[in-house]
Nanobody, 121 residues
Framework: QVHVAQSGGGLVAAGGSLRLSCLVS????????MSWFRRAPGKEREFVAAITWNAGVEYYADSVKGRFTISRDKAIDTVLLQMDSLKTEDTAVYYC??????????????WGQGTQVTVSS
């Protein structure tokens, strides 16, 4: 059984930074990759970033490119999202998901519980 524990998030002023963490435990094996999605108020869940587990190749949505950095620690089955230069439009519930590299959320087999990120003006 897969357990996905997210941490980080919170309230930050525009221009500030936050770091999200996602720990995968249980019997899950990450063989392909992990991704971050987010759901802003009144909007559908959207792709944010992804990273391949083997080579660490990164993919980003255009809206966060240059501001967010995804990384992974294979030794502890953890994926991170460093968020810099935050904007009010980044306000959303953020979810980590695996084990895939895709903008299509239906292909993911496990999800974190979500964590709130609120960016104030």
């Amino acid at each position: 059984q897969v357990h996905v524990a997210q941490s980080g998030g919170g309230l930050v002023a525009a221009g500030g930074s936050l770091r999200l963490s996602c720990l995968v435990s249980g019997r899950a094996i990450i063989s392909f990759g992990m991704s971050w999605f987010r759901r802003a108020p009144g909007k559908e869940r959207e792709f944010v970033a992804a990273i391949t587990w083997n080579a660490g190749v990164e993919y980003y949505a255009d809206s966060v490119k240059g501001r967010f950095t995804i990384s992974r620690d294979k030794a502890i089955d953890t994926v991170l999202l460093q968020m810099d230069s935050l904007k009010t439009e980044d306000t959303a519930v953020y979810y980590c998901a695996g084990d895939s590299i895709s903008t299509v959320e239906e292909v993911y087999t496990f999800w974190g519980q979500g964590t709130q990120v609120t960016v104030s003006s």
